[in-house]
């Protein structure tokens, strides 16, 4: 198994590196791959360096799988160069989520979807991965008619820049933003640019990639994004509206054996999902169940997961995992 991962300097490509080693994918060569200047530097898996390589290197390899971390212009100039070699190209920007020839993949809830002639698939947004992870099994249930969701998401999630911020305004330094305006002690209610009807882009991506990845156009979705002064994780306040009414005995069994998903919802006690309890972790938390009593079928979670793990990393290799286990890497 010759894989590849393209971005492998940046906080999803660590964080890829990181996984590859916990879950023990087998891997026979890897090719780590960035940008030109890191090329020649030496990062350390599984107890041995290896050396960065740049583009062509890697495509000339003709790596089995290739994970892709770099951005949407890299992705869409250098996927299709890997797939024409026959690697299967798993991409986590947004390039391809869209395409209506590729598929938009999260494990737990639509993999069935892949076959062995797909060789570029795409791995959603972080915040949609998360929210799907956590509805799938209700949706299938009791059908959802509408979702509500607000969002606070980790300053990671921007990347290594905004993780430098957010730790410069805390420590009072001077250094290079990643945000217009101050991170600490401060929310900023946009992620990514604004669109003509006045929602951000990542708004968007979480509307019309939540009803591509439940095969279901009919799902109403509306999305507010915020970034927070946070580290771990992204939460999630959800508001669902199903077809079909529920009782929270069956909606909290539902997702205590939904695959993937933690339950953590006891307010006698005080427990419910943080970023601090998602942090390093691959599930999706999920607390503050709990009826909509100004609406009827509706319910209200609170979700949490870590945005460069099972929002990034860990959804890209759960994607590879299930191509061998289906023999279409071999």
Known sequence: MK????????????????????????ISALYLVASARSVGNLLTFRGESHAIIGMETAVEASPDVA??????????????????????????????????EKKLVVPEVNAEVL?????????????????VVALKPLHDHYHIKRIVVSTYQSVTGTGVKAVNQLMDER??????????????????????????????????KMVLETKKIMGDEHIRVTATTVRVPVM??????????????????????????????VVVDDPSTLQYPMPLMAHDKDA???????????????????????????????????????LVAQGFLQ
């Open 3 to 26: 894989l590849a991962v393209v971005g492998a300097t940046g906080l999803v490509g660590s964080k890829m590196l990181q996984v590859l080693e916990e879950r023990n994918f087998p």
């Open 284 to 322: 999706v938390f999920v607390g503050r169940i709990r009826r909509d009593e100004s609406q009827p079928k509706t319910l209200n979670l609170w979700v949490v997961s870590d945005n460069l793990r099972k929002g990034a990393a860990t959804n890209a290799i759960q994607i590879a995992e299930f």
């Open 67 to 100: 994970i892709f971390s770099a951005g949407g212009s890299v992705s869409k100039e250098w996927a299709p160069r890997f797939a024409e070699k026959g690697t299967v190209v798993i991409d986590n920007s947004s390039a391809w989520r869209m395409d209506p």
């Open 171 to 204: 420590a009072g330094k001077s250094g290079e933003r990643a945000y217009p305006y101050q991170i600490d002690l401060n929310l900023i209610p946009q992620i990514d640019v604004f669109t003509d009807n006045g929602y951000t882009k990542e708004e968007m």
């Open 232 to 261: 771990g994780g992204h939460s999630e306040a959800i508001n669902v509206e199903f077809e079909r009414d529920f009782d929270l005995a069956t909606v909290r069994e539902l997702l205590e054996k939904a695959p993937g998903v």
């Open 115 to 131: 076959t062995s002639s797909d060789k570029i698939i795409a791995n959603p947004n972080c915040s949609t991965i998360q929210m």
